[in-house]
């Protein structure tokens, strides 16, 4: 009923940037905590960060200063722009919506499919 489509992945050179961003569609009410998760080869998936709807934000450590997530509520998009990128933010990246349902008064935890991001030079 809900799909999360993200984009803006890829390969870029240690210090480079990127921006991700993921779109919600289907039948949405609202969306309550937007984030950004990533899994590194070998490792446990973490969350990156998140944004609840009244914007309030929170980070990683390791992200804080270099990384900054938004939202546009009238696009049901969630963004992280990724300045300064390591080679050790090399991941998949998912989104991950908490939506309420048209028509229903709970929410449902909906995940993107994943973008690639590679930190190489």
């Known amino acids: 009923q809900v799909q999360l489509v993200e984009s803006g992945g890829g390969l870029v050179q240690p210090g480079g940037s990127l921006r991700l961003s993921c779109a919600a569609s289907?039948?949405?009410?609202?969306?309550?905590?937007m984030g950004w998760y990533r899994q590194a080869p070998g490792k446990e998936r973490e969350r990156v960060a998140l944004i609840l709807r009244g914007g309030h934000t929170d980070y990683i450590d390791s992200v804080k200063g270099r990384f900054t997530i938004s939202r546009d509520d009238a696009k049901n998009t969630v963004y992280l722009q990724m300045n300064s990128l390591k080679p050790e933010d090399t991941a998949v990246y998912y989104c991950?919506?908490?939506?309420?349902?048209?028509?229903?008064?709970?929410?449902?935890?909906?995940w993107g499919q994943g973008t690639l991001v590679t930190v190489s030079s």
């Open positions: 991950n919506n908490m939506v309420q349902l048209v028509g229903s008064s709970r929410y449902v935890e909906v």
């Open positions: 289907g039948n949405i009410f609202s969306i309550n905590t």
